[in-house]
């Protein structure tokens, strides 16, 4: 009931806000469920399992893809489809490839094999061997291909095997990418997409394990977005093809098993957008990408202990959607920023100072910002865990911040 | 003996003597119309350039030195070819050497790269190609725009920072583009020009076998000794030859890379061998002769417009001043520099076609004025033209200006006129 609710209201607040405050009131005394194990959906609604999962009670510190497992949800009877989140990547793709023949892929794996982590999957049957060109393992030339083929009327979707692979073509990425439609005086467009898996795995290591956002957004003329559900996922996918801009698309590799039911109908979401995935009165929590998750498991807790969080998922890295966080901010009064970028340089670096030069009047308590630690990531379970955030920081954080 | 005094700083290559031995120049198919033409002449040549206990390299001008061959390569100039070769080498000194005279009188600031000596090379693939076809430039770049047909009054005013610049005063001198001639850069950094141009090769593709489009174009990346030892080229002759792109690659060796000798930095320093490992034909050329080069282009231009794949073109040739105008140039030897100046492209060429009654003395005087003329005239323009306002200073950052985000109005940050005062923060 909780959950039909709260999904009500996520709709709803995003169409209006007048409509938002009063589905939150009646989400406040709607029941709340104390024991057993909640999993974290995609739109932040909260189910509860019991003994599926017995490994941890209440908190999950790493949860992230969690297979649906109440059969009702999957009743024929309602509208859309469910995806995992990588399908959702995928369909956003060949809609997007049906649609505009200019529009293709090239990286490593990505034809024959599928991609490393399937989201091309079955596409190079469908559209040809050039269209989804799997490339040699030269990340520096192909990503320049791609922005040469883009110069030229192409629209390529250039896919980092690992995002951390990139860092190798980071000098087409920045002066290229970034740069040349400035430095040809506007003479020419990049319309390219750059994606890939990244973030901090499980154990994957260092390398493999980037959070490459700072790195990124310095560069000028480079848009970013994160995308966290299936439902977002394939709408930025299809904003970032059909924009002008070089868009990097951030996939995190926990989570592309997500499942959600998305429209059947065709939809484009806005890339400058931040999405509301939970209204509340107390506090405002920002942040993106996996620790969206991390985030509304603390925010579970947190409602117990008598808080209202409002929960933003800011999705746009670059810009800043800084009509609905200042609008937030102004009703908040508090901030909290929970991210898995780096804490020097990183995205909540960024986002903080953007909010005290914009809000500072509105901000009765000092931003927080909870970031992931200035470490390599290491491979040792436990040590990695230390290394990004964790739910019980951010209750712990909150509290403070509302004292 | 080798006419390349580098040579003597490495008297004895233990295996240059080796690789000459293997060395053909062309790997192709035998097919290939290259051999037919002035490559079947390197290949007589090099067996005869021996001498004893001197590693004599096949890179050697004296090669393709041969009157006879010449004479044949040369059947296909008409006057009126030879006097657009003329003009537009003669367009490229004139407007390097102004770019000098401005830099010192402070009207040009930055690093400015000059093209003196290199003539040939860009005279001679750039006037063989369409208005569609490619082209893709290095920071050397300001006479490969001129060549494609840049006005040169847009290139000098984006010298001179100007709004009337053919990149609007955003580019500069290692900068250039123009859209409407298709010279897509303009690439500051060695090698990062090669991927784009592959990838411009490659949409040529895209367009014929996706598309369906009726498109033969052609691309033809520049770049220098320097960059050969770049991993970027390297991974681009692979791809190239992978999917047989339209594609020619073109090394203009002028045996510097700044300070450093090609033959200090290159293990093996014959570039156009290193073509035939990935399957791509590797010719080399005396770049100083605009005739012999545009043979060769001739050649490999077509040979990517039928779609039978790239190839590398290695012009040997030389530049005139420093590696920039900020360069006081005192590593190079004078003799060097002597030899390479009594082979002057266009000196060499305005011989030939006096000497074969192509053009006549007052036909070429009559061009030598009005590129005065032009050149000054495009001074007078850039001196003359406006600075870019302030407003223009966040405009094309963003093709899609939603990229500066949203302003706490609601609105699109770059429509607020604040936004372009103080910082541009988002």
Redesign the interface.
Known sequence: MAAVLQAAALLMGSQTDIKRFRLRSALRSAPVRHEGFFVVRTDGRLSATSGVMPRRAKLIPNAVAVKDDTPASSAASKPGHELLLFEALREGLEEEMDRDPRVCVMGEDVGHYGGSYKVTKGLATKFGDLRVLDTPIAENSFTGMGIGAAMTGLRPVIEGMNMGFLLLAFNQISNNCGMLHYTSGGQFTIPVVIRGPGGVGRQLGAEHSQRLESYFQSIPGLQMVACSTPYNAKGLMKAAIRSENPVVLFEHVLLYNLKERIPDEDYVLCLEEAEMVRPGEHVTILTYSRMRYHVMQAAKTLINKGYDPEVIDIRSLKPFDLYTIGNSIKKTHRVLIVEECMRTGGIGASLRSAIIDNFWDYLDAPIMCLSSQDVPTPYAGTLEEWTVVQPAQIVAAVEQLCK | MSSFSALKILPSHPIAGEYRRHSTPFHAAPASRLLRSSGANYLSSTSSVTAAGRPVRVLSANVVSNEKQIGSALAAITSKEALDLYEDMVLGRSFEDMCAQMYYRGKMFGFVHLYNGQEAVSTGFIRLLTARD?V?STYRDHVHALSKGVPARAVMAELFGKAT????????SM?M???EHNL??????IG?G??????????????R???KENCDDVTIAFFGDGTCNN??FF??L??AA?WKLPIVFVVENNLWAIGMSHFRATSDPEIWKKGPPFGIPGVHVDGMDVLKVREVAKDAVARARRGDGPTLVECETYRFRGHSLADPDELRNPDEKARYSSRDPIATLKKYVLEHNLVSESELKAIDKKIDELVEEAVEFADSSPAPPRSQLL??????P???????D?KY?CEDPGFTQGTA??
Request: hydrophobic letters at 35%; aromatic letters at 12%; glycine letters at 20%.
């Open positions: 490619t893709v610049g053919c990149c609007r005063g955003q580019g500069g900068h583009f123009s859209r897509i850069g303009g690439f500051a950094f990062e090669i991927p784009v141009a592959t990838g411009a090769a490659f949409s040529s593709k895209y367009r076998e996706v598309l991993g970027q991974e681009c692979n791809m992978l405009e094309n950052v963003f093709a899609d939603k990229g500066f985000g949203i302003g706490p609601g940050r923060q988002v």
